[in-house]
């Protein structure tokens, strides 16, 4: 991952983006404030490529003007409603139709209703034929591995996985950086599907699913993949401490507020972060997720 620039690069503070969505709310709060928006929001995205820096010398640049090799886009998704049932190519499906990358992803919980789901693979011994017809007919649904979510999951979605993701949640998504999405099913919504392209890549069986989190030395590791890796740290009030970064990435607030060396980031807030060490600072105590490319 390259950052393109005339002077060192420090930490700085990302702009979020928000994308409107028919599955998304009107109302963002705790999170934001205000969106911009006077329609449904869906997404923030908070690495976004065409989002604005706020803070440092790169201040009013777009992080693909300095970081056109970022491979990480770090989402919030808000779904009021169901979101369409779709699937990812794979990098190696991705490049053959002239795309730089495909789109592995996770979704690590922050908020959830009781009895809150995630569609995340078929049905053991459900195949592509099966899938086509249950699009046809409708039941497609039916075919679906539906897993129980709440607060402090985490679930890996691997190229290829048939998904979708329920009302009643909140989501912070670390994928690769790739918006090709094919719509396999959207519960009869007047939107484009994406039929022949989208049951060409999927994949029957896949590693999708929740991952169990292993506590590390000051921090839990939620999910380790060659395309991400996603810690949660948890700092009680009046913390200073060194944080490796062994990979370009970000730090995402979800509780309280701190700062990554000089630079301040609250709930809903990212930080793009170099690939080496930076101090973590809060006053008044805050919990964040590092998240980072490995380094080759």
Not at 89 to 110: F, H, I, N, S
Not at 116 to 130: F, N, P, R, T
Request: aromatic share 8%; net charge negative.
């Amino acid at each position: 991952m390259t950052i393109t620039s005339d002077f060192e690069f420090k930490p700085f503070l990302m702009e979020p983006t928000f994308a409107e969505r028919v599955w998304g709310k009107l109302d963002l709060k705790p999170w934001y404030e205000e969106t911009g928006f006077k329609t449904a929001v869906g997404e923030a995205w908070l690495t976004s490529p065409a989002g604005k820096i706020l803070t440092g010398e790169l201040k009013g640049k777009t992080l693909a003007e300095v970081a056109p090799d970022f491979s990480l886009l770090v989402k919030m998704l808000f779904p009021a409603d169901k979101l369409s049932v779709q699937v990812h190519p794979d990098d190696e499906q991705a490049q053959a139709l002239g795309m730089p990358r495909g789109k592995t992803e996770c979704w690590y919980v922050l908020e959830a209703v009781p009895g809150a789901e995630v569609a995340c693979g078929l049905k053991s011994g459900v195949g592509v034929e099966d899938v086509r017809k249950a699009i046809a007919d409708g039941s497609l649904e039916g075919l679906l591995e539906m897993v129980p979510v709440s607060v402090g999951d985490m679930v890996f979605v691997d190229a290829g996985t048939v998904h979708a993701i329920g009302a009643g949640v909140t989501l912070l998504e670390v994928q690769q950086t790739s918006d090709t999405t094919y719509r396999l099913y959207d519960y009869g919504r007047p939107r484009e599907l994406h039929l022949e392209q989208g049951l060409a890549v999927v994949k029957t069986e896949t590693k999708a699913g929740k991952i169990e989190p292993e506590e590390m030395d000051g921090f839990t590791r939620l999910i380790e993949t060659k395309y991400f890796v996603v810690d949660r740290f948890d700092l009680p009030a009046g913390t200073a401490m060194e944080m490796p970064m062994d990979g370009v990435g970000c730090v995402v607030g979800i509780v309280g507020s701190g700062a990554v060396n000089e630079v301040r980031f609250g709930v809903g807030q990212a930080v793009v972060v170099p690939d080496s060490s930076v101090t973590m600072t809060t006053q008044h105590g805050a919990s964040f997720l590092r998240c980072y490319e490995p380094a080759e």
